[in-house]
C-alpha cells in the first residue's frame, strides 16, 4: 500500500488524467465528476490546484501573466500572516500549554525565539515550561492519549469520540466521551468521514427480473432471513478493480465477497457460493438485488433459486432499495479504499480481506447495533435463542 490522506486512493496520474480530461473535452465538470465517481467539489478544486500551481511556476515570460503571478504570491502572504494572527489571538484566550507544544513541535524549522515573537509569548516562558514536571494528571492523559492513538490505528482513523469511548470502556479504562473528544482534538485525530460512489448497475438487459418483495423492509429478528448483494468498484494504479459483497442484513455481517478486474457474471456468482459454503443458510432466505445484468443471469438465478433463495430486485432506478449495502460499501471506501493507493490487484485483495476479515466484522462497532461488531452482535443472539 502507499501514502495515506483524505484523497489517498486517487493517484496523481488518475488526477491529472481528470484534469487534462476537462480542459480538452467540452463536458461539464458535473458530468465528469459522475463519471468517474468523485464529487464535483472535489474535481472543481483539483482544477483550481493545477490552475494555481501552473500560475505560480513562473516566472512567465507573457507580462500580465507574471503580474498574476506575483500578485498571488503575495495574497499568499498575506493569508498566512492573518492567519497567524487569528491563530495567537485564539490561543491567547486560554493557557499556552497548546502555543507551547506548537513551538516545540517547530523548533527544528522555525527558531523558538522567533515562533515566541509571533505568537506573543516570552522565550523564558517556553523554557521553563519546557523543563516544568508534569502533573499527575498530564501524565495520566499522556497514558490515555497513547491508549486511544492505538486504537484509532486499529480502527484504520475512522473511530470518532463516541466509538472510542466505548472501545475504551470496553477495555477497563473508565473515561468520558468529553474528555476523549478533547484529547482527540487537541492531537489531530480526525475520523475520516464518509464519501459518495459510483454505482455500476447494469439493468439494460434482458434477463428476469425478481418482483421488489424486500421493498426497503431491512429489519430481521435473526441471522439468516435477508442478505442483501451489491457490486461496487475501486481504482488502482494499474486500473479498475471490482468488488461485491453478500451482507447478512440482521448483523451487517460480510458474509461474502470476491473482486475481479473485469465486471464479470462469474464475480456475483463466486461471493454468493462463499456466502452459501460459510453459511449454510436454510431455505426461505430473502436474497435482494438490483436489477443488474449479473444477478438476472441464467447461472446466478440457478444457483440462487437452487439454493431455496427468494429473489427479491430493487425497483428500476430507486437507490433506496439497496440502502444498506450501499452504506455498507460507503464504509469500506471511506474507511480504506479512499485513503490507500493499490497498485497491483493483489494488493487490494489482500488489503479487502484484510479489512473484512480482521477488523469490520470481528470489531467494527456500528451505531444500529448498539455499538457493537457484526460478529459480536450475531454470537449474542445466538446464546439468547438457545
Not at 53 to 72: F, Q
Not at 340 to 352: C, M, Y
Not at 374 to 383: D, G, R
Given at each position: 500500500?502507499?501514502g495515506?490522506?483524505?484523497?489517498?486512493?486517487v493517484?496523481?496520474?488518475?488526477?491529472?488524467e481528470?484534469?487534462?480530461l476537462v480542459e480538452t473535452?467540452c463536458?461539464?465538470?458535473?458530468?465528469?465528476?459522475e463519471?468517474?465517481?468523485i464529487g464535483?467539489s472535489?474535481?472543481t478544486?483539483?482544477l483550481t490546484?493545477?490552475?494555481?500551481?501552473?500560475?505560480?511556476s513562473?516566472?512567465?515570460s507573457?507580462?500580465?501573466?507574471?503580474?498574476a503571478?506575483l500578485r498571488?504570491?503575495?495574497?499568499?502572504?498575506r493569508?498566512?500572516?492573518d492567519l497567524?494572527?487569528?491563530?495567537?489571538?485564539?490561543f491567547?484566550?486560554?493557557?499556552h500549554?497548546?502555543?507551547?507544544?506548537?513551538?516545540?513541535?517547530?523548533?527544528?524549522s522555525i527558531p523558538?525565539?522567533?515562533?515566541?515573537a509571533?505568537f506573543g509569548l516570552?522565550?523564558?516562558?517556553?523554557y521553563?515550561?519546557?523543563?516544568?514536571?508534569l502533573?499527575?494528571?498530564?501524565k495520566?492523559?499522556m497514558v490515555?492519549?497513547?491508549h486511544?492513538r492505538?486504537?484509532f490505528?486499529t480502527?484504520?482513523?475512522t473511530?470518532a469520540?463516541?466509538?472510542?469511548?466505548?472501545?475504551?470502556?470496553?477495555d477497563?479504562?473508565?473515561?468520558?466521551?468529553?474528555?476523549?473528544?478533547?484529547?482527540m482534538?487537541?492531537?489531530?485525530?480526525k475520523?475520516?468521514q464518509?464519501?459518495r460512489?459510483k454505482?455500476?448497475t447494469?439493468?439494460?438487459h434482458?434477463g428476469?427480473?425478481?418482483?421488489n418483495?424486500?421493498d426497503q423492509?431491512?429489519e430481521?429478528?435473526?441471522p439468516?432471513?435477508?442478505w442483501?448483494?451489491d457490486?461496487?468498484y475501486?481504482?488502482m494504479?494499474e486500473?479498475w478493480?471490482?468488488?461485491?459483497?453478500?451482507?447478512?442484513?440482521?448483523?451487517r455481517?460480510i458474509?461474502?465477497?470476491?473482486?475481479?478486474?473485469r465486471m464479470?457474471?462469474?464475480?456475483a456468482?463466486?461471493?454468493?457460493?462463499?456466502?452459501i459454503?460459510?453459511r449454510r443458510?436454510?431455505?426461505g432466505v430473502?436474497?435482494?438485488s438490483?436489477r443488474?445484468?449479473?444477478?438476472?443471469s441464467?447461472?446466478y438465478?440457478?444457483?440462487?433459486?437452487g439454493?431455496?433463495f427468494?429473489l427479491s430486485?430493487?425497483?428500476?432506478?430507486?437507490?433506496?432499495?439497496?440502502?444498506?449495502?450501499?452504506?455498507?460499501?460507503?464504509?469500506?471506501?471511506?474507511e480504506l479504499?479512499?485513503?490507500?493507493?493499490?497498485?497491483?490487484?493483489?494488493q487490494a485483495e489482500?488489503a479487502i480481506?484484510g479489512?473484512?476479515?480482521g477488523f469490520y466484522?470481528?470489531?467494527?462497532?456500528?451505531?444500529a447495533?448498539?455499538?457493537?461488531?457484526?460478529i459480536?452482535?450475531e454470537?449474542i443472539?445466538?446464546?439468547?435463542a438457545s
Amino acid at each position: 500500500m502507499g501514502g495515506r490522506g483524505r484523497h489517498a486512493g486517487v493517484t496523481p496520474e488518475f488526477r491529472a488524467e481528470t484534469v487534462r480530461l476537462v480542459e480538452t473535452s467540452c463536458r461539464p465538470v458535473g458530468k465528469i465528476a459522475e463519471d468517474l465517481g468523485i464529487g464535483k467539489s472535489t474535481l472543481t478544486r483539483w482544477l483550481t490546484q493545477h490552475r494555481e500551481a501552473a500560475l505560480l511556476s513562473g516566472p512567465h515570460s507573457d507580462t500580465s501573466r507574471e503580474l498574476a503571478r506575483l500578485r498571488k504570491g503575495n495574497e499568499i502572504l498575506r493569508q498566512e500572516r492573518d492567519l497567524l494572527k487569528k491563530a495567537a489571538a485564539f490561543f491567547g484566550e486560554g493557557d499556552h500549554e497548546v502555543m507551547f507544544r506548537v513551538i516545540d513541535t517547530e523548533k527544528v524549522s522555525i527558531p523558538v525565539h522567533r515562533s515566541c515573537a509571533l505568537f506573543g509569548l516570552s522565550v523564558s516562558g517556553y523554557y521553563a515550561w519546557k523543563g516544568r514536571t508534569l502533573s499527575r494528571r498530564q501524565k495520566d492523559e499522556m497514558v490515555l492519549l497513547a491508549h486511544i492513538r492505538s486504537q484509532f490505528s486499529t480502527s484504520h482513523e475512522t473511530y470518532a469520540s463516541p466509538r472510542m469511548t466505548v472501545e475504551l470502556q470496553e477495555d477497563g479504562i473508565q473515561v468520558g466521551r468529553h474528555r476523549v473528544a478533547r484529547l482527540m482534538r487537541d492531537n489531530g485525530l480526525k475520523a475520516l468521514q464518509k464519501r459518495r460512489y459510483k454505482k455500476t448497475t447494469d439493468s439494460d438487459h434482458g434477463g428476469p427480473v425478481a418482483p421488489n418483495i424486500l421493498d426497503q423492509d431491512f429489519e430481521a429478528t435473526a441471522p439468516d432471513q435477508k442478505w442483501g448483494v451489491d457490486i461496487s468498484y475501486i481504482w488502482m494504479a494499474e486500473g479498475w478493480l471490482y468488488l461485491t459483497i453478500v451482507l447478512d442484513l440482521y448483523s451487517r455481517c460480510i458474509i461474502g465477497w470476491a473482486v475481479s478486474d473485469r465486471m464479470k457474471k462469474d464475480l456475483a456468482l463466486d461471493a454468493l457460493k462463499r456466502a452459501i459454503a460459510i453459511r449454510r443458510p436454510p431455505r426461505g432466505v430473502i436474497h435482494h438485488s438490483d436489477r443488474g445484468s449479473q444477478y438476472c443471469s441464467d447461472a446466478y438465478q440457478t444457483l440462487s433459486t437452487g439454493n431455496g433463495f427468494i429473489l427479491s430486485m430493487s425497483g428500476k432506478g430507486n437507490c433506496y432499495d439497496n440502502t444498506m449495502v450501499e452504506t455498507v460499501f460507503k464504509t469500506i471506501k471511506s474507511e480504506l479504499i479512499w485513503r490507500t493507493i493499490f497498485k497491483t490487484r493483489l494488493q487490494a485483495e489482500t488489503a479487502i480481506s484484510g479489512y473484512i476479515d480482521g477488523f469490520y466484522n470481528p470489531r467494527g462497532r456500528h451505531f444500529a447495533l448498539g455499538d457493537m461488531s457484526p460478529i459480536k452482535f450475531e454470537s449474542i443472539s445466538l446464546k439468547l435463542a438457545s
